[in-house]
């Protein structure tokens, strides 16, 4: 589950490789695994198991 | 010192301090509700402010990679952030929040705390902002909060160890401005940490206002970025903002309710 919607992601173990299939390299953000942060520094060790809650999020304009 | 140099003193040596670092600019501004990120950053850069507002929210996944980001256009280096809760109704949904803020903005623990109650008033919920603020100041965050005009509350944040206090002028994006001087002034004369008014204000006269009563400055957005014409309103709040601060340094005149004639009754030829 990735920001709310159901996806299935061949071939990704860990959290590195879910933001490059995502398109998302490079990119400003951060996340959280079950609630849980996941830090930047951890990316390439933490690995995604079946039925993680997944919520990535970045900067938008707010007042 | 003359008294040129003193008024000189006064008008560029008063700092807003908050959490120990010194700025410059007492006007705070949101970076949302703009025709694009483009207007936000003229208007932004007509108010003079140093802390701009943001929110955290899911990335859009697969679409427009290419979307300008806000952190580009207004990077991190040159404004000091203040990530929002906005949006959040629990504690809960507010720590998240400002988890995520400091992991996006690489460790910076400044946040505005916001719980809100419900979504007609957005008027803050005061018992889940204590217990939000609770648990991030465990965590080491620095906590400029947003609530109630309500010097009870607002003294009980200071206490708890918030860095600035931000009691509303009125509902956020209403534009009604100050509705309850007596209250903001009672907090400001109670506070040891700075005091800005958030939310309500319409227009500079508003913003005056809040500063004449000793405010120490103002977070705004709708005022600005729902104007007619964003970066003049934006301008306009800054001098609105340094005149009130002025004003309130020089110490205006009793009200009286009669006249008091301006020119000398003595000499007259008649």
């Known amino acids: 589950m990735i920001n709310g919607e159901n996806r299935q992601i061949p071939d990704v173990c860990n959290v590195s490789q879910l933001i490059e299939q995502l398109n998302l390299t490079g990119k400003r953000l951060a996340m959280e695994i079950n609630q849980e942060i996941v830090p930047r520094s951890t990316f390439e060790t933490h690995i995604i198991c079946p039925g993680d809650q997944i919520e990535i999020v970045g900067a938008i304009g707010g007042g | 010192m003359s008294t040129q140099m003193q008024q000189n003193k006064t008008q560029t040596n008063d700092p807003l301090i908050i959490a120990g670092v010194e700025y410059q600019s007492r006007l705070l501004v949101g970076t949302g509700k703009y025709a694009d990120l483009n207007q936000a950053k003229q208007a932004i850069d007509a108010s003079g402010a140093e802390i701009i507002t943001m929110a955290v929210r899911r990335t859009n996944i697969g679409q427009n990679p290419d979307e300008p980001n806000l952190l580009d256009i207004l990077p991190p280096e040159q404004y000091t952030y203040l990530p929002n809760t906005a949006g959040c109704y629990s504690a809960d949904?507010?720590?998240?929040?400002?988890?995520?803020?400091?992991?996006?903005?690489?460790?910076?623990?400044?946040?505005?705390?916001?719980?809100?109650?419900?979504?007609?008033?957005?008027?803050?919920?005061?018992?889940?902002?204590?217990?939000?603020a609770e648990i991030l100041l465990k965590e080491g965050f620095q906590i400029m909060v947003y609530t109630n005009d309500d010097p009870i509350a607002a003294k009980r944040l200071e206490e708890m160890g918030c860095?600035?206090?931000?009691?509303l002028a009125a509902p956020i994006g209403s534009g009604l401005g100050i509705r309850n001087p007596f209250n903001i002034a009672t907090i400001v004369e109670n506070a040891r940490v700075p005091i800005l008014v958030d939310a309500g204000v319409g227009t500079a006269s508003d913003a005056a206002i809040a500063m004449e009563l000793g405010c120490d400055g103002l977070l705004m957005q709708t005022a600005i970025a729902g104007a007619k014409n964003p970066v003049l309103m934006a301008s306009a709040m800054r001098k609105a903002v340094e005149a009130g601060r002025e004003a309130y340094h020089a110490g205006r005149i009793p009200k009286k309710r009669y006249a008091t004639a301006s020119s000398p009754v003595d000499g007259l030829f008649f």
Do not use: I, N, Q
């Not at chain 2, 998240?96 to 916001?114: F, I, P, Q």
């Open chain 2, 163 to 167: 860095v600035a206090v931000m009691p």
């Open chain 2, 93 to 132: 949904e507010a720590v998240r929040t400002c988890r995520l803020a400091r992991e996006l903005l690489d460790g910076h623990s400044l946040v505005k705390l916001e719980v809100l109650g419900d979504e007609k008033t957005l008027f803050p919920d005061v018992s889940e902002t204590f217990k939000a």
